[in-house]
T-cell receptor, first 113, second 111 residues
Framework: GENVEQHPSTLSVQEGDSAVIKCTYS??????FPWYKQELGKRPQLIID?????GEKKDQRIAVTLNKTAKHFSLHITETQPEDSAVYFC????????????FGTGTRLQVTL | SQTIHQWPATLVQPVGSPLSLECTVE??????LYWYRQAAGRGLQLLFY??????ISSEVPQNLSASRPQDRQFILSSKKLLLSDSGFYLC??????????FGPGTRLLVL
């Protein structure tokens, strides 16, 4: 089955700096890669996703890149703000009849003033 | 718009007691439905998924079971809870777009 590794487990940046979180996956058949943000005690919320036919996707301060050859994808957050502080999860799936997500172990991002 | 509900929001149960968690989705039909568990400070683990009424696929062997008695209803059950069943249980839905949307979750503590 799929295995997703995520690094770092914790990340502390100053407000205004950039943050990068990296994930690798094992199954070359995986073709869908979402990123979720989870605030303390809350449900995970989708912030951006990318499909295997695209190498990069951007939404305002958030961008995701995908390298299918190396089987890794990354989340980039620019101009970080205190409200970006949360746990971020990457995931991977092969979309067939159902989309069975395999999640990384999460990165706790702390944006300090 | 689509809405997903879970209840109860929190639950404290003794070891060996039964469990029933419910998830319902509004505003869509024939969704794929998923149950995940998140242990404290950990990632999400897929437990079950369903692509239709009465169709359940199990991802992890355990003492939990799932059922889908109606198109937009997904139930997670156990006959006898274990301490290791404690966690945050999240239901999710998606329909043809791959994107999964999570419910508010049920926080279960087994004592």
């Amino acid at each position: 089955g799929e295995n997703v590794e995520q690094h770092p487990s914790t990340l502390s940046v100053q407000e205004g700096d950039s943050a990068v979180i990296k994930c690798t996956y094992s199954d070359s058949a995986s073709n869908y890669f979402p990123w979720y943000k989870q605030e303390l005690g809350k449900r995970p919320q989708l912030i951006i996703d990318i499909r295997s036919n695209v190498g990069e996707k951007k939404d305002q301060r958030i961008a995701v890149t995908l390298n299918k050859t190396a089987k890794h994808f990354s989340l980039h957050i620019t101009e970080t703000q205190p409200e970006d502080s949360a746990v971020y999860f990457c995931a991977a799936s092969y979309t067939g009849t159902a989309s069975k997500l395999t999640f990384g172990t999460g990165t706790r991002l702390q944006v300090t003033l | 718009s689509q809405t997903i509900h879970q209840w109860p929001a929190t639950l404290v149960q003794p070891v060996g007691s039964p469990l029933s968690l419910e998830c319902t989705v509004e505003g869509t039909s024939n969704p794929n439905l998923y149950w995940y568990r998140q242990a404290a400070g950990r990632g999400l683990q897929l437990l079950f998924y369903s692509v239709g009424i009465g169709q359940i696929s199990s991802e992890v062997p355990q003492n939990l079971s799932a059922s889908r008695p109606q198109d937009r209803q997904f139930i997670l059950s156990s006959k006898k809870l274990l301490l290791s069943d404690s966690g945050f249980y999240l239901c999710a839905w998606e329909r043809g777009s791959e994107t999964q949307y999570f419910g508010p979750g049920t926080r279960l503590l087994v004592l």
